[in-house]
Structures are given as structure tokens and as C-alpha cells.
């Protein structure tokens, strides 16, 4: 790779991030992802529940119908994601809970 990602070009996630901050700072605190390879986009994963997921989802305004659900590890984690722009950037909301198989099978 010749190009050299500035940190100038990671502008609009950390912007996002900022305001964020400003306007959800009592909303629970999740891990926070930025990367070169998708500089427009920023990361917010959340692993102590779907609580944390969902107060972020609908402080974002995303629609219920454009949250995706998924397990993974056979079952054992359940996952949402969902994704929005937000001033500028991609926000993506990745959520993780015990799945169907971590409770012995009940949904």
C-alpha cells in the first residue's frame, strides 16, 4: 500500500464520536471501532446486553425493521446490528447477549 491514511481522513467518524458524546453521554458507554479500512465509519459495539443496544437505536432514530438478528458460536451469542448516518459518517450498532443455546435452549 503506497497511500498513507491521514488522521485528517478519519475526521467524520471522530466527529460523530465527539457529538456522540455531547449529546448521549448518559447512554451507556460501548467499545468504540474506527479503522482505515472504512475510514467513514464508526463502531459501537455493545456486550452486556441488548438494553445498551437498543437505548443507542432509538437515540439514533433507526427504524426497528433495519435491525438484523443473528447467533453465532452455534447459538450461543445473539447478535443485532443496525446502521445509520449520523452527521456525516456510517454509525454502526453491533449488540451481543447470551443466545438461545447459553439458557439451555429457551428462547
Given at each position: 500500500?503506497?497511500?498513507?491514511l ?11 464520536l ?7 453521554g448518559?447512554l ?5 471501532d ?16 441488548l ?13 426497528p ?9 452455534d ?11 449520523y ?21
Amino acid at each position: 500500500m503506497t497511500d498513507v491514511l491521514t488522521l485528517d481522513e478519519l475526521a467524520a467518524p471522530l466527529r460523530v464520536l465527539r457529538l456522540l458524546a455531547a449529546d448521549f453521554g448518559h447512554l451507556p458507554a460501548p467499545d468504540v471501532d474506527l479503522s482505515r479500512i472504512y475510514p467513514e465509519r464508526l463502531t459501537l459495539r455493545f456486550h452486556e446486553g441488548l438494553h445498551a443496544f437498543e437505548a443507542w437505536r432509538e437515540a439514533l432514530a433507526v427504524p426497528p425493521e433495519k435491525v438484523t438478528h443473528g447467533v453465532q458460536l452455534d447459538g450461543i451469542t445473539r447478535v443485532l446490528k443496525a446502521s445509520t448516518d449520523y452527521a456525516g459518517a456510517e454509525v454502526h450498532l453491533h449488540g451481543y447477549s447470551d443466545g438461545p443455546a447459553a439458557d439451555g435452549g429457551a428462547a
